[in-house]
């Protein structure tokens, strides 16, 4: 039987990623980050470490012992860890990181991949296990968008590509063609709420791939949270790019949205 390793990170994800795989043929294996992975996620796959997010020798060693060729990273993994202290990293991972160009999330995820696949381990598209899952273009709830926020939904996306391509954020909050905060390290859900707050109600949120998106990570993914996070501010519409995000329980999404009357968009532009 193939093996799927799973390098899991905060939210549901992981255990979506494990299904999927599962019912594709393969056992699954799942590295779960010590301390960001869901306690759930062990009735998910076939066999389950527990890791602490800095120890990425005995990451490493944990996938060798599996035997797993094949892997993915899914789930979020902030790098606000990096800076509360929450991270006591290993000789290994103090190495990689230390031979950093920068500390942005491409630069880190990327050397995390490429350390991994120098063991022989091929780091996989995480949107090979979460296809169902990927975001349809067109409106998604009841409602649609009024044109003033169709207009905000354009000027947003060209502000998100931008963010994303410089590797700050994948997120921007919009009210009447004004930037009220973009995504950094805090993540979309505080994003989300800062920039809420200073728009008062209706803002607009577009959420977006990096225009040079690495597929083996870091994919935009909608949940309930995020939903929880606009409700707080009384924000209007969130629209997410169509074929490049994963919404995760999509059908609850829309209808817990239909109910406070919060706008699901997939755009493309």
């Given at each position: 039987?193939?093996?799927?390793?799973?390098?899991?990170?905060?939210?549901?994800?992981?255990?979506?990623?494990?299904?999927?795989?599962?019912?594709?043929?393969?056992?699954?294996?799942?590295?779960?980050?010590?301390?960001?992975?869901?306690?759930?996620?062990?009735?998910?796959?076939?066999?389950?470490?527990?890791?602490?997010?800095?120890?990425?020798?005995?990451?490493?060693?944990?996938?060798?012992?599996?035997?797993?060729?094949?892997?993915?990273?899914?789930?979020?993994?902030?790098?606000?860890?990096?800076?509360?202290?929450?991270?006591?990293?290993?000789?290994?991972?103090?190495?990689?990181?230390?031979?950093?160009?920068?500390?942005?999330?491409?630069?880190i995820l990327r050397a995390v991949a490429d350390e991994i696949e120098k063991e022989g381990i091929k780091?996989?598209?995480?949107?090979?296990?979460?296809?169902?899952?990927?975001?349809?273009?067109?409106?998604?709830?009841?409602?649609?968008?009024?044109?003033?926020?169709?207009?905000?939904?354009?000027?947003?996306?060209?502000?998100?590509?931008?963010?994303?391509?410089?590797?700050?954020?994948?997120?921007?909050?919009?009210?009447?063609?004004?930037?009220?905060?973009?995504?950094?390290?805090?993540?979309?859900?505080?994003?989300?709420?800062?920039?809420?707050?200073?728009?008062?109600?209706?803002?607009?949120?577009?959420?977006?791939?990096?225009?040079?998106?690495?597929?083996?990570?870091?994919?935009?993914?909608?949940?309930?949270?995020?939903?929880?996070?606009?409700?707080?501010?009384?924000?209007?519409?969130?629209?997410?790019?169509?074929?490049?995000?994963?919404?995760?329980?999509?059908?609850?999404?829309?209808?817990?949205?239909?109910?406070?009357?919060?706008?699901?968009?997939?755009?493309?532009?």
């Amino acid at each position: 039987m193939k093996k799927l390793g799973i390098i899991a990170g905060t939210g549901d994800l992981p255990k979506a990623v494990a299904l999927d795989a599962r019912t594709k043929g393969y056992s699954v294996f799942a590295i779960a980050l010590e301390p960001l992975a869901d306690k759930a996620l062990g009735s998910f796959v076939d066999e389950i470490e527990w890791i602490n997010i800095g120890k990425f020798g005995k990451i490493i060693r944990a996938l060798k012992k599996y035997r797993i060729k094949e892997a993915v990273m899914a789930g979020k993994v902030s790098k606000a860890l990096l800076y509360n202290s929450k991270i006591i990293p290993d000789l290994i991972a103090l190495k990689f990181i230390s031979s950093l160009k920068d500390r942005s999330d491409d630069s880190i995820l990327r050397a995390v991949a490429d350390e991994i696949e120098k063991e022989g381990i091929k780091m996989l598209n995480i949107l090979s296990f979460s296809s169902s899952l990927i975001t349809p273009e067109g409106v998604l709830t009841k409602k649609s968008p009024r044109k003033d926020e169709w207009q905000d939904i354009t000027f947003g996306w060209k502000i998100a590509k931008e963010i994303g391509r410089l590797d700050i954020g994948q997120t921007v909050v919009v009210k009447n063609q004004a930037v009220m905060a973009i995504e950094a390290i805090e993540g979309t859900d505080e994003a989300i709420r800062r920039g809420g707050r200073l728009a008062g109600k209706g803002a607009v949120i577009v959420k977006v791939s990096k225009p040079n998106q690495d597929m083996r990570f870091d994919i935009p993914v909608l949940g309930l949270d995020t939903l929880k996070a606009m409700i707080e501010v009384d924000a209007s519409v969130l629209a997410a790019e169509a074929g490049k995000s994963i919404i995760l329980q999509k059908d609850r999404l829309i209808e817990e949205s239909n109910k406070v009357g919060i706008i699901l968009v997939g755009y493309k532009e």
